[in-house]
């Protein structure tokens, strides 16, 4: 069993119980995909038809505002972090946004139909999706109170969060674009933040 493997695996006994058995059923469908900067996981229009998980790599969800006439950023994904477009998925809907990898990438897949199929062999695959979807809802809950109730400094605090070292990874106009302010005003906010760390505590 090689490293990715693993690393699924623990990830799925962490997150849903699963049980040796269990798994062992589920494995044959999962697959190694390979993807490059600037190619997309899924597209506009299009139904999302695999999960993945991510072992190498960086994602954005985004969508194309023909108001302002430029591309809104309304998620990152990177290692570790499961990566769909959740509501095409879940429903086999056309996908209202675009997911492309920013970085040259690497993810285990599997495809929607083959996980129904787990969904109906046992209670813990079945417990899995439900709390896939639960985590997808809690997700979005939080972007939507950062929106309404953080400032764009606490915004981004948040973002480095739970992706530490993105600024590192990306140009900082995706970053900017998550935010909803334009590139000089993140300057000032990444300013800030390294002048408070600069300062020793009382």
């Known amino acids: ?33 390979t993807i490059k900067k600037g190619d997309f996981f899924n597209t506009q229009g299009i139904v999302c038809k695999e999960l993945g998980y991510i072992t190498k790599g960086l994602f954005r969800l985004y969508r194309y505002d023909d108001g302002a006439e430029e591309e809104r950023n309304l998620n990152f994904f990177s290692e570790n972090q499961f990566l769909s477009s959740f509501p095409s998925f879940v429903a086999q809907y056309p996908c209202s946004y675009f997911i492309e990898a ?79 302010i334009k590139n000089p005003s993140l300057s000032r906010i990444r300013k800030r933040i390294r002048e408070k760390k600069a300062v020793p505590p009382l």
């Open 1 to 33: 069993m090689d490293d990715d493997i693993m690393e699924l695996k623990k990830s799925l006994y962490g997150f849903s119980g699963l049980s040796e058995e269990d798994f062992l059923f589920g494995e044959p469908f999962w697959y190694r995909r």
């Open 102 to 180: 920013l970085e040259d990438s690497e993810y285990l897949a599997i495809k929607h139909e083959h996980l129904q199929q787990l969904y109906e062999r046992s209670n813990t695959w079945n417990s899995f999706g439900r709390k896939l979807a639960e985590g997808n809802i809690i997700r979005s809950q939080i972007r939507i109170d950062s929106l309404l109730f953080l400032n764009h400094e606490q915004q981004y605090v948040q973002l480095l969060e739970e992706h530490p070292t993105i600024a590192e990874r990306v140009p900082l106009y995706h970053i900017s674009s998550y935010l909803g």
